[in-house]
């Protein structure tokens, strides 16, 4: 099982970034699909969730409106589109998959995202 995040970086504040994960060794399809991040000295969060056909999406209220998930189940692939983005948005992303009853997941070594001017 992998799940490769990629598309991190530096960006000034109010620019956007796309990041992606790339899964492979699980049945994708089926797997509920989120966005975590991690600032230094704080709990992971979870940003964002999409359910396993798409349907269905969540997001913590900061980022309604600027963030967006999506998935691509034909590529194996999750986005996070990130738009108008801040200081506090500085953090190391990781892509997790869930199974339907959460009793299997995994994780991504995860992607750094500076926002700094």
């Known amino acids: 099982v992998q799940l490769v995040e990629s598309g991190g970086g530096l960006v000034q504040p109010g620019g956007s970034l796309r990041l992606s994960c790339a899964a492979s060794?699980?049945?994708?399809?089926?797997?509920?699909m989120s966005w975590y991040r991690q600032a230094p000295g704080k709990v992971r969060e979870l940003v964002a969730r999409?359910?396993?056909?798409?349907?269905?999406?969540i997001y913590i209220e900061s980022m309604k409106g600027r963030f967006t998930i999506s998935r691509d189940n034909a590529k194996n692939t999750v986005y996070l589109q990130m738009n108008s983005l801040k200081r506090e948005d500085t953090a190391v992303y990781y892509c997790?998959?869930?199974?339907?009853?959460?009793?299997?997941?995994?994780w991504g070594q995860g992607t750094q995202v500076t926002v700094s001017s």
């Open positions: 999409i359910t396993s056909a798409g349907g269905s999406t």
């Open positions: 997790n998959a869930a199974n339907q009853v959460y009793t299997r997941q995994y």
């Open positions: 060794g699980f049945a994708f399809s089926t797997y509920i």
